[in-house]
């Protein structure tokens, strides 16, 4: 089995310890590796920007960003510029260190959420035996990003749209939660790698739990779209209640930060979404299964993009919630639909009822 | 131990400054809202922001140039607007206009009136949340705007009508696109319902929120959709018909819930209403003159006049107190707008900064009308 990235990781791999003592070899593949990440993130963060841009024309009759480059290709590199060359500016009376520093809370969880991504068998950053776990607690850390910076913010609408910010994500990362460990129940694993070994023989995992599994999917796209503060559920940042919610005073990068964060969350929340009920990597009936060649990380990432164009339809269509409703949404449906829907998981692999 | 908690955890009621630049506002309104939490305990409506001092104006100018002033007021039902000056002009000075010109006004309003309720509708939208509709609903109405265009040069302040006529004669493509728009709008409209109207969220953040009772809505002034939300019986093409609204066919739409989605069903129901209008009108256009000569000097008779039409957000007035001169001695337009707005806070308070939104955007407010 050569795939492609670990050909070239193991090059480098063995070239830094013929020239370096270990340790200093070690110190500079981890830079290494953590600068491959970061220009990943801003390149997925930059084109996830743009396809959401050309999502929402092809549904509005626009034609979208199409004058820089082929397509528009180079209009979110263009947007990064000008927001990198921006001045910071913040508001009279801003707490200037929980100020400066929400940015980095929002931006620092999404990033450190990416280092357990299964891209595919030998592009995994950091497989960990309790891999699910580590991306929720991660991903919810987020929030306090969210908090800091509407509090800091000294201003009214940031301070509502942080409220809600962490009433909504507080609540909704029990469904989140409590889907995931109806699927956890059936693979057994928390480990991602495993989690999709498993699909390998079974059949992925929304296959193999038919019914309880389908309902925890639906579960996990509702509360995970409610989670990366996306329309339907973007009550955060209503613009036409709150103006922009918590990042109205943010200008410049750190703008960027929460503008690229909730992007990347979105990718997370698709790529839990794939390990855990579409096989992650895994080719759909194995059709790649024997072809060694062929980079694994494309089924992945195809997989990926089909729930994030997903997520941008929901964002495109509906109209957004009132906050009760929100609310009464999680607690008095959500939430109990999906206890009994683990108590019915539990009960189908006990009686063997897996496909 | 009650007591002692209860001393130290205090929630305060606060202040926030809901405009005058607010995306939900639609233009400078302020509102200076008492929220607990985000429960609205009062909306204090603050105008002033965009006051040009129309009615002041009107006083020293000619009543030709009058009628170019009232398209400044609600700058989407401008029409019709033109229209309730020329009327009351007409009136004083006794004078009938032919069937053509009271055809033309008539689908020239009713295709002004179904402009304003799309844009309208892509915009309730658009405060709730659901951004594709504005889109969906300038696609249509850019349609009215180029017949518009084509016939009288403009597409947003018209000046089309004047007193004793029209400005222009209908370009001749008139017929042909008013009857290729009316085939798309009647293809569109059901799009519209299945986008919107029968969303479940849409439905849950309409239904039951800022209830306008019978007796508000007729005690507070109200008019237009907002009233005839509530039941009230106050349509002005009906009640009191002016153009040739005597002679079409119609229904005057009620809803009797009086929330924000007995609000929304009358426009979206006014809008096949006018349809059906100037599709009985456009295929039977009187030939005539389009203007009956007045003098180059309009000088109304000695007296009150008063003039009310059916505008796009409900009944426009116009008064006029004349000396017998040039100019009005005094010109006063009860705008829809205004008495609409002073139901607000009876209705909103209580509810939650989401539910204002949704209640701002039933009414349709369009600032420069309430603030002359």
């Avoid at chain 1, 082929?70 to 200037?96: C, H, M």
């Avoid at chain 2, 009351?88 to 304003?116: N, P, Q, Y």
Wanted: some cysteine.
């Amino acid at each position: 089995m050569m795939n492609i990235p670990l050909s070239i990781t193991s090059t480098i791999h063995d070239w830094l310890f013929s020239i370096m003592p270990e340790g200093a070899a070690t110190f500079t593949e981890w830079i290494l590796i953590a600068t491959a990440y970061l220009a990943l993130f801003a390149v997925a963060g930059l084109y996830l920007v743009l396809l959401e841009r050309k999502v929402a024309a092809w549904f509005q009759f626009r034609l979208g960003p199409n004058r820089v480059g082929p397509w528009g290709i180079f209009q979110t590199i263009a947007d990064a510029l000008k927001l990198v060359s921006k001045e910071i500016y913040s508001n009279e009376r801003v707490d200037k260190f929980l100020f400066n520093l929400a940015p980095y809370f929002v931006i620092v969880a999404s990033l450190m959420a990416m280092a357990v991504f299964p891209f595919s068998k030998q592009f995994q950053g950091f497989d960990i035996n309790i891999g699910v776990f580590f991306l929720f607690a991660i991903s919810s850390i987020g929030v306090i990003g969210l908090l800091v910076g509407g509090w800091a913010s000294n201003n009214k609408y940031s301070l509502i749209g942080a409220m809600r910010s962490g009433l909504q994500t507080i609540s909704y990362e029990l469904s989140v939660g409590l889907s995931i460990l109806t699927m956890v129940l059936l693979t057994g694993t928390l480990q991602l790698s495993e989690i999709i070994e498993v699909q390998r023989t079974g059949g992925w995992l929304i296959f193999q739990g038919h019914i309880p599994a389908v309902i925890a999917f639906m579960i996990f796209m509702i509360a995970g779209t409610a989670e990366t503060n996306r329309a339907p559920f973007d009550l955060v940042e209503a613009e036409s209640e709150l103006g922009a919610g918590f990042h109205t005073e943010y200008s410049g990068m750190q703008f960027a930060y929460f503008f690229l964060a909730e992007f990347i969350n979105m990718f997370i929340i698709a790529s839990i979404a794939v390990v855990l009920f579409f096989g992650g990597w895994l080719s759909p009936f194995g059709i790649t299964e024997g072809i060694t060649w062929f980079p694994e990380v494309l089924w992945f990432v195809i997989k990926v993009f089909m729930i994030i164009l997903l997520m941008m339809w929901f964002r495109w269509t509906f109209p957004r919630l009132r906050v009760d409703q929100l609310l009464t949404l999680e607690w008095k449906y959500l939430l109990p639909i999906n206890m009994v829907n683990l108590v019915f998981m539990a009960i189908v692999i006990w009686l063997n009822f897996t496909l | 131990m009650e007591q002692l908690t209860n001393n130290k955890i205090k929630t305060e009621e606060y202040f926030v400054n809901m405009g005058p630049q607010h995306p939900a506002a639609h233009g400078v309104l302020r509102l200076l809202l008492t929220i607990d939490g985000e429960i609205i305990k009062n909306v204090d409506p603050d105008l002033g922001y965009i006051h040009r001092s129309i009615e002041k104006m009107c006083e020293r100018n000619s009543y030709q140039q009058i009628v170019h002033l009232t398209d400044r007021l609600d700058y989407l039902s401008s029409h019709i607007n033109n229209g309730a000056v020329c009327l009351a002009v007409e009136k004083a000075l006794e004078l009938e206009v032919t069937d053509r010109v009271k055809v033309i006004r008539t689908i020239f309003d009713e295709l002004t009136r179904l402009a304003s309720h799309l844009l309208w509708w892509g915009v309730m939208g658009m405060d709730l949340g659901a951004l594709t509709t504005y889109f969906y609903a300038f696609r249509d109405r850019e349609m009215i705007n180029d017949i518009f265009e084509e016939t009288c040069g403009a597409r947003l302040t018209m000046n089309y009508y004047i007193p004793g006529g029209l400005m222009f004669d209908l370009h001749p493509n008139f017929v042909k696109r008013t009857k290729e728009f009316l085939v798309t709008i009647k293809k569109n409209l059901p799009e519209y319902d299945r986008l919107l109207t029968g969303n479940v969220i849409f439905q849950k953040r309409t239904k039951g929120v800022g209830i306008l009772t019978k007796e508000d809505a007729i005690s507070f002034g109200t008019s237009g959709p907002v009233a005839r939300g509530s039941g009230v019986t106050c349509d002005v093409r009906k009640i009191h018909p002016y153009h040739a609204y005597d002679r079409v066919d119609f229904n005057e739409v009620l809803f009797t819930e009086g929330d924000t989605f007995a609000r929304y069903k009358v426009r979206m129901q006014e809008m096949w209403e006018s349809i059906s209008i100037v599709e009985q009108l456009i295929d039977k256009i009187p030939e005539g003159d389009i203007k009956v000569p007045t003098k180059a000097v309009i000088k109304l008779p000695k007296g009150e006049f008063y003039q009310k039409v059916e505008a796009a957000r409900g009944e426009l007035g116009v008064y006029i107190n004349s000396t017998g001169t040039k100019n009005p001695y005094r010109l006063k337009l009860r705008s829809s707008g205004f008495s609409n707005l002073s139901v607000l806070n009876h209705i909103a308070k209580g509810g939650k900064i989401g539910d204002l939104v949704a209640i701002m955007a039933s009414f349709d407010f369009v600032i420069p009308d309430i603030d002359r």
